[in-house]
């Protein structure tokens, strides 16, 4: 269930609430033993605060807000290398057919050095980037998930994608492969 699908004044079902956290939490940290925690942990704060929904957007926006800020926490919490390399990884698998061996050999080195510089930007640059590029959310959507302006979340895009570039300078196989850096915000 998108927004878009979403009825203004009607509660959603449990179950697409729950399905919904599900694609959220899977799409931000890849397949994880924590995936299921997560998303319980997200439907269970979604039920106990859905009283404070304001109605300003969706119910289903406000769920997913919830379930961003719980992935914030257990990001904060947690070494996020390996989270983001499986999610990549995921990411290369819904776009392209199977690489050949040397294909593949070269793509698990390059997710391993992206995945070093990832590790060491802040959650909430994290976060916001991971949403815009690869969940493909707009940045209204992602101001509105993360509480804050979206002149904050362009910032924070704009800045993970500085420090990404900046990072991937000094390590040539990575410049390659992200290409030239353009400061088009």
């Known amino acids: 269930m998108s927004d878009r699908d979403a009825t203004p004044g009607r509660e959603p079902a449990p179950e697409d609430i729950l399905a919904r956290a599900r694609r959220l939490v899977y799409r931000l940290i890849g397949p994880n033993d924590a995936l299921e925690d997560l998303v319980q942990t997200s ?20 769920a997913d807000g919830i379930t ?8 904060r919490r947690q070494r996020t ?11 290369e698998q819904w776009d392209s057919p199977p690489p050949g061996p040397a294909e593949e050999a070269a793509s698990r080195d390059r997710l391993r050095r992206l995945m070093e510089i990832l590790e060491q930007l802040r959650p909430a640059h994290r976060t916001a980037y991971l949403l815009y590029n690869v969940d493909g959310r707009t940045v209204a959507e992602i101001a509105m998930l993360e509480g804050t302006t979206e002149s904050a979340v362009r910032t924070r895009i704009l800045r993970a994608r500085r420090d990404i570039h900046a990072r991937a300078r000094h390590d040539p196989v990575l410049a390659e492969w992200l290409g030239p850096h353009r400061e088009d915000g």
């Open 43 to 62: 439907v269970e704060q979604f039920l106990v605060s859905r009283h404070r929904h304001s109605g300003e957007g969706s119910i289903e926006a406000f």
């Open 68 to 75: 961003v800020n719980v992935i914030r926490g257990f990001m």
């Open 81 to 91: 290398t390996a989270l983001v390399g499986r999610l990549v990884a995921v990411k």
